[in-house]
Structures are given as structure tokens and as C-alpha cells.
């Protein structure tokens, strides 16, 4: 695996790589690598001849107050599960090289629509910051595909609709879920759980199933939610948001058949997300917040 910290060695090094015909997908990542992570690498692996990840913790996604000075840096090993999952290129700038004249003058993208609400209600300029870097990279390495977890749902639909909108010749491959043996969802942030609240973590996970199978036998939607709300703060969750959204994010109604079930909700030092795909009854009832 080649690790590359500069641009101009990136683009050298994939020119030859495009030169012979090869297809190149992307994995970006912020480090700190669990196996939710390397499932991409494994995803594009099966998609394309050339795998490269980035591994850059984003400033400009990172909200005032939230957690990009104790983000968990993990160079050593993560390039050590890179190489095992089969990973071609690492790209891992520094700061100053993706933006040299700082965040205050750097272009940001915004994406409308699909970027409000939710996490991009709870934490404001968030997806402008995941947008603008992600363009960059885009830009940078020129991927036939990229490949995104479906834990960050909404982050998904943003990038889907950043290519879309921006014609950019790139396929948005999802890539499902993975959970721990006991459901938590994988993430970097999980490791600031202590024991305990590890312990109380798969509640997360839990009431979403719970939720899934209540609004799928017909119970009303807003009972549903609020009894999914109740059930997180008596697990210890100081819930962010849960809703039910159609498969685009958009509200909910009596025509909806496909919907998802988004939650966020602080836990001790830890903020978790978590999404469930839901099947609607025929009847289903009034869209939620």
C-alpha cells in the first residue's frame, strides 16, 4: 500500500493508475478504523482495481464545543488494517494541505434540502463541511465510484445528491450497517463510552426495533415515536432526535410504503446514530417529528 500525504504525489501516482485503464474507488474515512470502516475498503475491493482511502479528520465538519481536538487518532493502526483489508492507496494530508489558506477564506459546497433537519439541524455548517471536503477529495482522485456506510444516513443522501446535482461521474455505493454482537452500530465514537454506558448502548438499536415493529402492525405514528422517545430516556439516552422519514428524507405520508427510522441521542460523552429501514401499513397515519 502506498501512503501518500501530498497532492501532487496523489494525482501522479493515479494518473498512472487511470493511464493503464483501471477503475479507482474511494473510501473516505476520518481514522480511526473499526470494522464498519474496513467493510468499505472490502466493498470497493469487489468493485473496482484500485482501492484508495483517505483518512483526514475534517475541521470544517467539526461545530464549536464538539470533539475535533480529542477525535481519536489512530495512524499506525489504521494503516495496519488498511493493508490487511486490501486497501491500494492511503491519502492522509495534513490540514494546511487540503486548505492552505485556512477555513475562514476556503469555498465551502452546500447541499440543500437533504443537509437540514436532523444532524443537520442538531449541528449546524456539519454537511457543509462533509460536502466541501468530499468534493475536494472527488476532485482530487477522480473515483469511478466512493463508498459510504448507511449508518450515516443522511450523510448519505447529501453526497448522493451532491453527484447528482454536480453531473459528477461518480457511482455512490451504500454499504449496510455493522453492529456489534449485541446491535450497537459501529463507530469511532463508541470508544468514549465507559463499560457502563457501553452496557446501555444497544438500547440505541433495541428501541428502533421496537419502533419499527409498532408503526409496522399499524400503531399510530406520533404514539409510536413518543413511546420510543420515553423508552431512550429511561435507558439513559438524552435522545437529539427521533423520526421517521420516506426513503429520501422527506416527510412522511399516506402514500409512503418505504420510510426510515432516524435517531440520534447523547450518551454520557458520546453522541450515537442509528437508522432502521420500516415497511408502512397501508394505513399509516400522519408524518412525525
Known amino acids: 500500500m502506498h501512503t501518500l500525504r501530498d497532492i501532487p504525489g496523489l494525482r501522479y501516482t493515479l494518473r498512472e ?17 473499526h470494522a464498519g470502516h474496513l467493510a468499505l475498503v472490502k466493498s470497493a475491493r469487489k468493485h473496482a482495481d484500485v482501492v484508495v482511502a483517505s483518512l483526514f479528520v475534517n475541521p470544517m465538519q467539526f461545530g464549536p464545543g464538539e470533539d475535533l481536538d480529542g477525535y481519536p ?5 489504521d494503516q495496519a488494517q488498511l493493508i490487511e483489508a486490501g486497501c491500494d492507496i492511503l491519502f492522509a494530508p495534513t490540514v494546511s494541505e487540503l486548505y492552505p489558506n485556512g477555513l475562514d477564506a476556503q469555498t465551502r459546497v452546500h447541499v440543500p434540502v437533504v443537509g ?34 448507511e449508518k450515516d444516513y443522511q450523510q448519505l443522501a447529501v453526497i448522493r445528491k451532491l453527484v ?6 461518480i457511482e455512490i455505493i451504500g454499504v449496510p450497517i455493522v453492529r456489534a454482537e449485541d446491535g450497537l452500530a459501529l463507530s469511532s465514537r463508541n470508544g468514549y463510552l465507559s463499560r457502563e454506558e457501553r452496557a446501555k448502548a444497544p ?23 413518543h413511546q420510543g422517545q420515553a423508552a431512550l430516556y429511561d435507558a439513559g439516552f438524552t435522545p437529539d432526535y ?31 446514530i442509528d437508522n432502521l429501514s ?11 417529528h
Request: overall charge neutral.
Open 17 to 33: 493508475q487511470r493511464r493503464q485503464g483501471q477503475r479507482i474507488a474511494l473510501v473516505p474515512t476520518m481514522g480511526n478504523l
Open 73 to 77: 487518532r489512530t495512524f499506525e493502526a
Open 116 to 149: 437540514e433537519g436532523l444532524c443537520g439541524g442538531s449541528r449546524p455548517g456539519h454537511f457543509d463541511g462533509v460536502s466541501t471536503v468530499v468534493s475536494m477529495l472527488f476532485n482530487l482522485v477522480q473515483p469511478d465510484m466512493a463508498c459510504f456506510g
Open 164 to 169: 447528482s446535482d454536480l453531473h459528477l461521474p
Open 203 to 225: 438500547a440505541l438499536y433495541r428501541t428502533l426495533r421496537e419502533l419499527r415493529d409498532a408503526i409496522s402492525r399499524g400503531e399510530p405514528i406520533e404514539q409510536a415515536l
Open 242 to 272: 427521533l423520526e421517521l422519514r420516506d426513503t429520501t428524507l422527506g416527510a412522511v405520508n399516506d402514500s409512503t410504503r418505504d420510510a426510515v427510522l432516524l435517531a440520534a441521542a447523547h450518551l454520557g460523552p458520546a453522541r450515537l
Open 278 to 288: 420500516v415497511q408502512l401499513p397501508s394505513a399509516a397515519r400522519s408524518a412525525s
